[in-house]
């Protein structure tokens, strides 16, 4: 009557004999069917009972589970709270409330008891409510596809899964299994449950449906059935995506190459932001709608930050796109920075100088030039720099820009031009300016480091002494 | 009032203002407003519309929508078939018999007109009915995302695709952009269609929805947008897993590697299977039951060869999977083969003979042994061989298996057993062992190519004259 049940144990649930596992039993029939399969599979189990007092009977029924248990030489656990009372302190809805506590509940006792998984009694007609709900909702692949035989549920327990193993088995068939096993299950307490929605699906909706469709519910099982192979497709294209885009994953922050992941398919870059939200708010709900925001905000390079949720920033510097918590420190590593509270450095040549983060600026002074001109003209890195030595009267230093700041870019002929729209037509990020390092000799900026020397300071083919500036990032 | 249309007919539906369009109006207002928003984004239209003439008024509708078209300043082109007769010769329903019309001439009058496309007016709530018709059957990914913008139908044009630029337009955004248009669009022939399942979702089935959820067709067009996204990182990843795992692809045959098709998720597997499925049936509905006895196929190495749908088969042979329709001839290729009719092939010493596909045998007799005893007793190429001569009396001669066969492998000291066990022992396909060459010398077998020699026609270190065999494929 029941399929069988030796592969969804050992494959999809992926249970070990030998490790005890905590099942959930309400004391209706799927989950008295439950413990009765797993204790017939040979499983050590310790049943776990939450009385959620909403009902007279629920005494009652707490002392049958206990005794059933007894009856099959089994370990049980009863807990019970005022599920009434923490909704109403925690503004919840009686069902959130219930569900939280009692898994609360479970995965306690898992972890108190060694256990390797929680087993619940979800049956394939609850698979069914679930899509279906999802799908009245407006879901994704994520929630079409219903309930997993095995997953991590991190609000509850960060390792210990939640097993469901008769997410193929339908209603009926538990109530008829515990019939010829001679169990005597309550009247299934979830029927009067406190979840009116699944309950107007399940007597309402459900039976409407089947006028359409007379197999409504076994399309909609092999429908997440699919959706679930489609969604592991997914997932390992997924992870492979978030190896290739992610260059910084750290608490509050994760930042993305935008050349990378402007190489993806959009589902697969709407997948990576999703996960992305996900790994700095595990709870939050990452709707569709946020999803297209975010999306909209990656295709608009000019674009340069979006509040998300909660505060959750994306945010577009260079050719990284960053997904930041309000909590985060965003990285300064990647720019060469005056140390807080420097206002200057002087410099005596030679010289070696740690910056802020792993930049070190190293400078050497050359009485014949050790490279031909043509060579500096040539030079690729914008954080070397050669300046002629001649054109430097007084001492050089290092300090951050102040109110008023003018430099002189190069070929503009002495003209000069404010620092802050230098800045931005170079679109340095804004919070990197304040403490960018300027090379300084006087009033003057001598030479902005990442971009180029001051006009008068170039080195020319007349130059006979000349200053060298380096400024590497040190691993 | 409509969503900016240039992004979705330049970007989605990819049309080019250059080229003409079949754009199929029924003169309701979901193809009033297509065509009237082709024109207006300047795009080469033709209007072609079908008369059904399956209601009183067909006539007098298919003369106004070539006055509309006129008034416009386009060309028309009007047809009309008796779709009834049709659908009775055919044996389909009515509304398979008038769709199947419609686009035929739709895709007849694109060819002739060598147009770029052919453009329909399918709306966001067709769209919504599309999905919802799929998740009541029990539709995998690939019907839950819902009609494409644009989209290649096999079965009526290989290459003009059909385009449907309102797919995110709500019907009743149709009728008000007609109103504000001064375009007077019949009362919406689809909806006295017969169509009556679409009827039925429409008017009552989708009603009951939004009591559940009152953005009920909002939130499924949200679902299959973001399913068709996933839709497509999934083609990409079955497209590399296609090039890995596909050996040969020809008319009705489709060779998996074994070994590779393994390596695979289960979704991309099942995914591999349906695209084979289609190559060799375009037409064919690919069930998730169909697919499913694919998978239990592929999963289980003891079954040799299973029947899928109208003939097509799974077969397995060595480190190969098939998917062979009946009319396919399995290749032979990767086998040496007496080729038909022929009944002995005799053999005099240096020999080259031409067996059937591109096998060639080649013959040697060495008086000196030319390779030491050891180096021939370390032979890894099963399709070589050396006997010793002395052995040997009579003519040499090859030719396929007879009735009662027997053979002396190595190592049973003279013992013989059947040909058919050994062939069986060792697994070689049936198809393969009629044909298959067999080096013989009077009443016995001396060496079966790919597998031994005889025992008694070994080379042992005494052996002083040696003939020499290798069978080689020829590319």
């Known amino acids: 009557m029941l399929p069988s049940m030796d592969t969804i144990l050992h494959d999809h649930c992926r249970l070990d004999p030998a490790k005890p596992i905590i099942v959930g039993v309400s004391g209706g029939p799927d989950s008295l069917c439950l413990m009765s399969v797993l204790r017939q599979a040979g499983y050590r189990l310790i049943v776990a009972h939450f009385n959620h007092k909403l009902r007279p009977e629920a005494d009652i029924e707490a002392n049958n589970v206990e005794q059933m248990a007894a009856r099959f030489g089994l370990a049980s656990v009863i807990e019970h709270a005022d599920v009434r009372a923490y909704a109403e302190k925690e503004g919840l809805s009686l069902e959130d409330a219930a569900r939280a506590l009692r898994y609360r509940f479970l995965f306690q006792r898992a972890r108190q008891q060694n256990a390797q998984a929680v087993a619940v009694g979800h049956t394939a007609d609850d698979q069914v409510e679930t899509v279906l709900m999802h799908f009245l909702r407006g879901a994704g692949l994520t929630g079409l596809k219903g309930m997993a035989y095995r997953t991590v549920l991190p609000t509850f327990d960060p390792e210990i899964p939640i097993v469901r193993p008769l997410l193929d088995v339908w209603r009926e068939d538990t109530i008829l299994y515990c019939a010829t096993q001679g169990l005597r299950p309550h009247h299934d307490p979830s029927n009067q449950s406190v979840n009116f929605l699944r309950n107007r699906l399940r007597h309402l909706l459900i039976p409407t449906l089947e006028t359409y469709n007379p197999r409504f519910r076994e399309a909609v099982l092999r429908t997440a059935q699919s959706l679930a192979a489609d ?109 807080e509270g420097v206002e200057s450095l002087p410099l005596a040549l030679p010289e070696r100088l740690q910056l802020s983060g792993s930049w070190v600026l190293t400078a050497e002074k ?110």
Chains 1, 2 share one sequence.
């Open 366 to 475: 050359w009485n014949i030039p050790a490279l031909a001109w043509e060579q500096i003209q040539e030079n690729e890195d914008p954080f070397q720099v050669w300046l002629d030595a001649d054109s430097i009267e007084g001492e050089l230093f290092l300090r951050p820009r102040q109110e008023g700041d003018r430099f002189e870019p190069l070929g503009m002929g002495g003209h000069t031009q404010k620092l802050s729209d230098f800045f931005t037509n170079e679109k340095l990020a804004q919070r990197a300016r304040d403490r960018w390092p300027l090379l300084c000799v006087g009033e003057k900026i001598a030479w902005i480091p990442g971009y180029q020397p001051a006009h008068s300071f170039r080195v020319t083919q007349s130059s006979r002494r000349i200053l060298y500036f380096i400024l590497t990032k040190v691993k």
């Open 231 to 339: 969604h592991e497709i997914l997932t390992t294209a997924a992870d492979s995506a978030w190896g290739t885009c992610v260059v910084q994953e750290s608490p509050g922050l994760i930042i993305f190459d935008t050349t990378a992941l402007a190489g993806l398919a959009v589902g697969l870059r709407r997948n990576l932001v999703r996960r992305a939200l996900e790994h700095i708010h595990p709870e939050a709900e990452v709707t569709y709608a946020l999803l297209e925001r975010a999306s909209a905000f990656l295709a608009d390079a000019s674009q340069r930050q979006v509040d998300l949720m909660r505060g959750v920033r994306l945010l577009r510097e260079a050719d990284q796109i960053y997904v930041v918590s309000p909590e985060a420190t965003l990285p300064f590593d990647r720019w060469p920075q005056i140390p």
